[in-house]
């Protein structure tokens, strides 16, 4: 018996913590008006001992709390974004190889395999190393090493629905093939790849943080990534620099991965329990 | 009984295996010893003569030697493989006399055929700095293989070129470059010199190591048995190398700024500003001409007020540095003055010098946005981008941050001039003449680095520059670089904004540490370590 999804306690946690992360970033132009990398007070100020500056602030005197609102903000949208890319490309291309078959089965596949052997973070980093670094060429870097994940799940998934009684029935009709691989096989091959979405999205965090810590992020846009890479210089002196952003990113990706472990096992009727 | 392990025993037993391990190092030690010092970065082009930077200088000056020195006597000069310079009166030729029984480390002896070799095929054709401070050389002339006469074919002031030397005169052995291509002679990567230390390996991403050259001309020198540059990129990781006793010296600012007060309470290490004197680099916003808003002088005067130097002093440099009034620093003996046009920092200035000039604020408060690309070679300079971006948002001008890496940043601004803003580290060498005048002359083709590619042009600082350059009088020409700070001040054709020298860490074992004002940068002979 599987318990729905919203009776397990994992998903009530992670997605309490999602959600407040979504209505952060949403909000933050609110909750945090002005320019998050303006000038705010004194430098280094050590977290908790200003009112007016609740998380302190760092080697300029920017507001560290408004950096970490806004930042939230570009890790909320790089994630969201790179796996719906990463889904929506992935999906397309599994659904049409599983539901051609032979030759461009195969040359899709390849292609696949082709991208799946380059590790995701080295063609991000190449990626945006040619490209410049902005938001969305960041997004597709992500996307661009993600997106086979979902392509061969939606392949196999395709692969035994094509044999189903209601195809055949689709073709009698007269459907085009084209229109029973994308409207009527797809959406039933979703739900898989969508409990892998999830794990996307926590990926996609870690590698947009990744990418900013190196230097690679958009450098007009707050990131956590550059954050923790800016404090690294003072690591000695002012560990919070860097700890305040790295504990913000675990939470995110954390709870991001409990929503998309309920979801899988609600999905899939799978419970360990 | 003795076939029991205890821990104890174990413990011991290790401890004694690891001290005899240790033992024959310290007994080297005691010698002469091998001084280990963090390198930040590993130049691809290693031969001091073709490129004339502090990145190359801080490991090649230790085996290929200039003329002169820089020093902190008066004359400002010590001699090293030339040991006297007279100039004509009519500047148009200066004559060194060379040192005696100096020989390559291949074993041939130097001679004055090896000066005129490098003069006239390496460092006036080929050298960034020498390709504009001998072209007016004409010819070498070795009457003798101790002198060797440089002719000009317009004056050249004696000051200049002496001031020049520590930078310019790498003399390179003919015998090993001759009818070669010497920017790709294999000698390029595994240097041959007079100096005080001999090549001896390079690993890429580990260590570059130089070792003594028993005969040194240099009587009882070096002190050292050899030098290790391990390579350290990670600045943080420079830090604690040094806590941990791997490494001795820790030059050029790489120990984070940040961790500087907390380093300098580590006992045994101590913190160093001198030794860089005549290197004085200087935070400089360069500014693209071609970009019709900033070719306005309200708007340049504008962003100068808008900058609140002592906010970068204080929190960038942490108070390794001084306010620049102009193109030459304030700790430069003979040029400086501070008799110059200065910007305060004045936000209400800034904004009404932008509304004069007609970019009125716009919806949301802004007037207009710029590219700045801030070098990466530096965390100050890309800090200061940081501080800049926000410095301008404040008066309404919106800058976006271009990120490049530092190849990327070189052909940006200097080739492809796709920048309106640019942060620099300039570099101040003893003579404005040497790498200072190039950046506000105009004329220069493009690709240069580090020279006027901002377009800018203006035919009265032009016409002074070149004054300058043919004036021999040293009283004279010090009055008019006066002129210059002056001139370049009151137009900005670009923006100084802080004089900044670097740091060492150094071990307390180091001795002769700092003992001329490029210290970093040259030959150690009379470098050692104590017990």
């Known amino acids: 018996m599987t318990r729905p999804f919203l009776r397990r306690p994992e998903a009530l946690l992670g997605g309490a913590i999602l959600l407040a992360l979504i209505l952060i970033a949403g909000l933050a132009p609110l909750i945090a008006p002005g320019d998050p990398l303006a000038i705010a007070g004194r430098p280094l100020i050590p977290p908790f001992t200003d009112a007016g500056l609740p998380l302190g602030t760092d080697r300029l005197g920017r507001d560290l709390l408004a950096e970490l609102i806004h930042g939230a903000r570009t890790s909320v949208a790089v994630g969201l974004s790179a796996a719906l890319v990463a889904v929506f490309a992935g999906m397309t291309v599994g659904t049409a190889a599983g539901f051609a078959g032979g030759a461009i089965e195969a040359a899709l596949m390849r292609i696949v395999d082709a991208f799946q052997i380059v590790p995701g973070f080295l063609l991000a980093l190449a990626f945006v190393s040619v490209m410049g670094p902005s938001l969305w060429v960041v997004v597709l870097a992500i996307a661009l090493g993600a997106w086979t994940g979902p392509a061969r799940l939606a392949r196999a998934r395709v692969l035994s629905l094509r044999e189903s009684d209601f195809v055949a029935a689709a073709k009698v009709m007269g459907m085009s093939p084209a229109e029973i691989a994308f409207r009527q096989i797809m959406p039933l091959a979703l739900p898989p790849v969508l409990a892998v979405a999830s794990v996307i999205v926590a990926a996609a965090v870690l590698t947009e943080a990744a990418l900013s810590f190196l230097g690679l992020g958009d450098p007009n846009s707050v990131t956590w990534g550059a954050m923790i890479a800016e404090g690294r210089n003072q690591l000695r002196s002012a560990a919070y620099l860097s700890i305040i952003p790295g504990i913000a990113l675990v939470l995110t990706v954390i709870s991001t991965y409990l929503v998309g472990e309920a979801l899988t096992d609600s999905l899939t009727g799978r419970d360990k329990r | 009984m003795f076939a029991t392990i205890s821990r104890r025993g174990v413990l011991t037993g290790t401890a004694a295996l690891l001290a005899s391990t240790a033992l024959p190092r310290l007994a080297l030690a005691q010698g002469g010893g091998r001084l280990i010092v963090a390198a930040d970065s590993e130049p691809r082009q290693l031969n001091p003569a073709i490129v004339a930077s502090n990145g190359v200088f801080f490991i090649s000056s230790k085996v290929i030697e200039p003329l002169a020195e820089a020093s902190y006597d008066a004359g400002g000069l010590k001699p090293l493989l030339a040991t006297g310079w007279e100039g004509s009166e009519d500047g148009l030729s200066i004559t060194f006399a060379l040192r005696e029984g100096v020989s390559w480390h291949d074993g041939t002896p130097f001679t004055s055929a090896d000066v005129a070799f490098s003069a006239m095929e390496v460092w006036k054709p080929l050298q960034n700095i020498g390709r504009s401070l001998f072209a007016n050389l004409e010819t070498v002339e070795t009457p003798d293989p101790l002198t060797a006469i440089f002719r000009f074919s317009?004056?050249?002031?004696?000051?200049?070129?002496?001031?020049?030397?520590?930078?310019?005169?790498?003399?390179?052995?003919?015998?090993?470059?001759?009818?070669?291509?010497?920017?790709?002679?294999?000698?390029?990567?595994?240097?041959?010199?007079?100096?005080?230390?001999?090549?001896?390996?390079?690993?890429?991403?580990?260590?570059?190591?130089?070792?003594?050259?028993?005969?040194?001309?240099?009587?009882?020198?070096?002190?050292?048995?050899?030098?290790?540059?391990?390579?350290?990129?990670?600045?943080?990781?420079?830090?604690?190398?040094?806590?941990?006793?791997?490494?001795?010296?820790?030059?050029?600012?790489?120990?984070?700024?940040?961790?500087?007060?907390?380093?300098?309470?580590?006992?045994?290490?101590?913190?160093?500003?001198?030794?860089?004197?005549?290197?004085?680099?200087?935070?400089?916003?360069?500014?693209?001409?071609?970009?019709?808003?900033?070719?306005?002088?309200?708007?340049?005067?504008?962003?100068?007020?808008?900058?609140?130097?002592?906010?970068?002093?204080?929190?960038?440099?942490?108070?390794?540095?001084?306010?620049?009034?102009?193109?030459?620093?304030?700790?430069?003996?003979?040029?400086?003055?501070?008799?110059?046009?200065?910007?305060?920092?004045?936000?209400?200035?800034?904004?009404?010098?932008?509304?004069?000039?007609?970019?009125?604020?716009?919806?949301?408060?802004?007037?207009?946005?710029?590219?700045?690309?801030?070098?990466?070679?530096?965390?100050?300079?890309?800090?200061?981008?940081?501080?800049?971006?926000?410095?301008?948002?404040?008066?309404?001008?919106?800058?976006?941050?271009?990120?490049?890496?530092?190849?990327?940043?070189?052909?940006?601004?200097?080739?492809?001039?796709?920048?309106?803003?640019?942060?620099?580290?300039?570099?101040?060498?003893?003579?404005?003449?040497?790498?200072?005048?190039?950046?506000?002359?105009?004329?220069?083709?493009?690709?240069?680095?580090?020279?006027?590619?901002?377009?800018?042009?203006?035919?009265?600082?032009?016409?002074?520059?070149?004054?300058?350059?043919?004036?021999?009088?040293?009283?004279?020409?010090?009055?008019?670089?006066?002129?210059?700070?002056?001139?370049?001040?009151?137009?900005?054709?670009?923006?100084?904004?802080?004089?900044?020298?670097?740091?060492?860490?150094?071990a307390d074992s180091v001795t002769g540490v700092a003992t001329n004002p490029r210290w970093v940068v040259s030959n150690w002979a009379e470098t050692g370590l104590s017990e």
């Open chain 2, 154 to 506: 317009k004056p050249t002031p004696l000051q200049l070129i002496a001031n020049a030397l520590p930078v310019v005169s790498s003399v390179l052995p003919k015998h090993v470059y001759e009818g070669s291509d010497i920017a790709e002679n294999p000698a390029n990567r595994a240097l041959i010199g007079t100096g005080p230390f001999k090549w001896g390996d390079y690993r890429p991403g580990e260590y570059y190591l130089l070792t003594r050259n028993d005969s040194y001309w240099g009587e009882g020198l070096p002190h050292l048995d050899d030098i290790v540059f391990r390579v350290l990129p990670d600045r943080a990781a420079a830090a604690s190398s040094l806590e941990a006793g791997e490494v001795h010296l820790a030059a050029f600012s790489s120990v984070p700024l940040a961790d500087l007060d907390r380093i300098a309470k580590v006992p045994g290490l101590s913190v160093v500003t001198r030794g860089y004197e005549a290197l004085t680099y200087q935070l400089t916003v360069e500014i693209n001409h071609r970009t019709g808003i900033l070719s306005d002088l309200k708007v340049r005067q504008a962003i100068a007020h808008a900058i609140d130097k002592d906010f970068v002093l204080d929190t960038i440099f942490l108070g390794y540095a001084e306010k620049a009034t102009g193109p030459v620093p304030a700790n430069d003996p003979t040029f400086y003055t501070p008799d110059v046009t200065t910007y305060p920092f004045d936000i209400a200035a800034a904004k009404d010098l932008l509304d004069e000039a007609g970019y009125r604020e716009g919806p949301g408060g802004t007037r207009f946005s710029l590219r700045l690309l801030p070098a990466p070679y530096f965390a100050e300079t890309r800090q200061f981008g940081d501080y800049l971006r926000q410095a301008l948002a404040a008066i309404g001008i919106d800058a976006q941050i271009v990120p490049h890496d530092a190849a990327g940043h070189i052909k940006a601004v200097y080739t492809d001039h796709a920048f309106d803003l640019a942060i620099a580290p300039t570099v101040f060498r003893a003579d404005p003449a040497i790498s200072t005048t190039i950046l506000v002359r105009s004329g220069q083709p493009d690709g240069v680095p580090f020279s006027n590619q901002g377009g800018y042009a203006n035919p009265d600082l032009d016409a002074l520059i070149d004054e300058a350059l043919v004036t021999l009088d040293p009283g004279k020409r010090v009055a008019l670089y006066k002129d210059f700070q002056r001139m370049v001040t009151a137009d900005l054709p670009l923006i100084n904004v802080a004089d900044w020298s670097f740091t060492s860490v150094v």
